[in-house]
């Protein structure tokens, strides 16, 4: 999307409407215009592109680099999504019924660098615009592939940069980078893909979340592991930072194991095809995994 161009008020609009939340903390408040970001069978998702400010920036040698970026979003349910969310935030004796509620305006925060959302407050109406229930601060949440949150960041991101990097990278066809393969002689086969979406450099490491699955020879997945990594790709040393595993007979559960150490991937590791594929990526897209960067 291009950055909608916004007034010289906009700062103080935002403070407006903050205010107005905290005077009248349960009294709708109404955004000049909402932009649509994506819709699915339970929820469809907006934010108001004017309330969209950055809060923070520091000054790179690649240009001035935003550490907190604000805004307002909106997110409208159906039934199915009325239910989960209700579920979601246990909010089952105040809305015994999915019915009654609408949607959902909500404040939130953005750190580029970490690749984090966090929902500042959020406030619940039924359809008819009357509120329910207003929450308080949020805990702070990494966004990957995984998250209800993905397409509000690099929605909020490419508005206040007056880009569409993220979104377009978001929705790529090449978003996942194959890392490698390996095979073994039963037919089970084990890949490895990053999601480039989440790539960034952090000193003379590269950040990333990254999806490993595993499956036998009639192609039946026997295991997943979701997992954020940090790689050196000059050292040729990578860790799992956390992540989750998952299994038929397990269900999703929380990774464990050594989450500190960094390990030497050696040349005849079918591991070490990652950290080549990993070496050639960064030359070859070094604005996109240092765009946040505040290292000079």
Do not use: C
């Amino acid at each position: 999307m291009k950055k909608i161009k916004k007034g010289t008020y906009v700062s103080a609009l935002l403070g407006l409407f903050a205010a107005l939340f905290v005077l009248l903390p349960m009294q709708a408040a109404q955004a000049d215009g909402w932009y649509w970001i994506s819709s699915n069978d339970k929820y469809s998702k907006f934010f108001d592109p004017v309330s969209v400010v950055t809060q923070s920036s520091a000054k790179t040698n690649h240009g001035e680099v935003p550490t907190r970026i604000d805004a307002v979003t909106k997110t409208t349910f159906s039934y199915g999504g009325a239910k989960e969310t209700i579920a979601n935030y246990r909010l089952g004796q105040l809305i015994p019924n999915p019915a009654n509620l609408g949607y959902s305006i909500a404040t939130v925060s953005v750190n580029p660098q970490n690749r984090t959302i966090q929902y500042l407050h959020e406030t619940f109406f039924t359809p008819a615009g009357q509120p329910i229930w207003r929450s308080g601060a949020g805990r702070v949440k990494e966004v990957n592939s995984q998250e209800f949150d993905e397409d509000f960041y690099t929605a909020i991101l490419d508005q206040a940069t007056g880009k569409d990097d993220e979104t377009n990278r978001r929705t790529a066809k090449d978003r996942w980078l194959t890392l490698w393969e390996d095979s073994t002689v039963d037919g089970q086969r084990t890949s490895m893909m990053a999601d480039t979406t989440t790539m960034r450099m952090k000193d003379r490491n590269i950040i990333f979340w990254a999806w490993q699955e595993t499956k036998n020879s009639n192609g039946q997945v026997l295991e997943i592991k979701f997992m954020k990594k940090a790689v050196n790709p000059a050292q040729g040393t990578e860790r799992t930072i956390n992540g989750k595993y998952w299994s038929p007979q397990t269900g999703w559960q929380n990774l464990t194991g050594d989450m500190v150490n960094y390990r030497m991937v050696r040349a005849t590791d079918p591991r070490y095809k990652g950290i080549t594929t990993l070496r050639t990526y960064i030359e070859n897209h070094r604005a996109w995994v240092n765009r946040y960067s505040l290292d000079d």
